[in-house]
């Protein structure tokens, strides 16, 4: 299967889905969030990292100015976000690649600045229906994360 939908009503099952994606994960991945906005990316982040062992008492907040974020938990993990990426030299610089593509778990909000809508991994993109309404759909664009989705509930 290579395409998962959800919905979720509120922040707390936004984040809840995210914590159940996060005690799946096995290194390396690559996850990329798209969504506009307030679609609740970083919501989602912040669940993938708690499910991924990341302390309670660590804050999770957006890499907004400073594009990357690590944390130590059962794996490394590398919250991007390339909001403000205004050149791709900065993704050079930032050693982009070693840590999207190495060991660790990735994590991408605004994967669009990539400029590469095949890159291997889990695509996840956050649609803002209402309110508090969201629809959530996973696309697997690899092996590994084709058998995450399965692995899925
Ligand atoms: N179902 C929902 N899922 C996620 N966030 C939600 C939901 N409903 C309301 N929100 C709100 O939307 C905002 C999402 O913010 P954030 O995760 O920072 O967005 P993004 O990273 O996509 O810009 C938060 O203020 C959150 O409280
Ligand atoms: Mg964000």
Do not use: C
């Not at 939908?5 to 996060?22: I, K, M, N, P």
């Not at 974020?69 to 050693?95: K, Q, T, V």
């Not at 990539?114 to 759909?137: A, C, F, M, V």
């Amino acid at each position: 299967m290579s395409e998962r939908f959800y919905e979720t009503s509120s922040e707390a099952q936004t984040l809840e889905l995210g914590v159940q994606l996060g005690r799946l994960l096995e290194q390396p991945a690559l996850i990329l969030l798209q969504g506009d906005l307030g679609a609740g990316k970083s919501v989602f982040a912040r669940g993938i990292a708690r499910g991924l062992g990341v302390a309670p008492e660590i804050p999770i907040t957006s890499p907004t100015f400073t594009l990357m974020n690590h944390y130590r938990a059962r794996f490394d993990l590398y919250h991007f976000d390339l909001y403000r990426l205004s050149d791709p030299d900065e993704l050079i610089e930032l050693g982009f690649d070693d840590f999207a593509h190495g060991n660790g778990v990735a994590l991408v909000e605004w994967p669009e600045r990539l400029g590469d809508d095949s890159t291997p991994g889990l695509w996840i993109e956050l649609q803002h229906l209402g309110n508090e309404q969201r629809r959530i759909t996973f696309t697997a664009k690899s092996a590994a994360a084709k058998k995450l989705l399965s692995a899925l509930k």
